[in-house]
Nanobody, 121 residues
Framework: QVQLVEAGGGLVQPGESLRLSCVPS????????MGWYRQAPEKERELVAT???????NYEDSVEGRFTISRDNAKNTVYLQMNNLKPEDTAVYYC???????????????WGQGTVVAVSS
């Protein structure tokens, strides 16, 4: 069974920074794309940033230039460095990874349990 464990959320003031991390555990043969999504209260879950296994990144417009996604393939870990946080960034942040559990399986999406980021003065 594959699990994604997130860490790094918290309560910060506007303009401050946070760094999220996500580590998959369990039976993992390979990992394709990894990413971060968020869901604010009473809103749908939205993409924040993704990164391919070769390091190609994609960002939602409102976080471009403030957030940086990165990954350490040796550790199967994905990070989200969030700078200059704004109140509108407040949400539950979810890690996502496309994981193949063996050579005969196809890539399937797995989700973390979510970590809360709250930005308030």
């Amino acid at each position: 069974q594959v699990q994604l464990v997130e860490a790094g959320g918290g309560l910060v003031q506007p303009g401050e920074s946070l760094r999220l991390s996500c580590v998959p555990s369990g039976s993992i043969f390979s990992i394709n794309d990894m990413g971060w999504y968020r869901q604010a209260p009473e809103k749908e879950r939205e993409l924040v940033a993704t990164i391919s296994d070769s390091g190609i990144t994609n960002y939602e417009d409102s976080v471009e230039g403030r957030f940086t996604i990165s990954r350490d393939n040796a550790k199967n870990t994905v990070y989200l460095q969030m700078n200059n946080l704004k109140p509108e960034d407040t949400a539950v942040y979810y890690c996502n990874a496309e994981i193949k559990i063996s050579v005969v399986h196809r890539y399937l999406p797995f989700w973390g349990q979510g970590t809360v980021v709250a930005v308030s003065s």
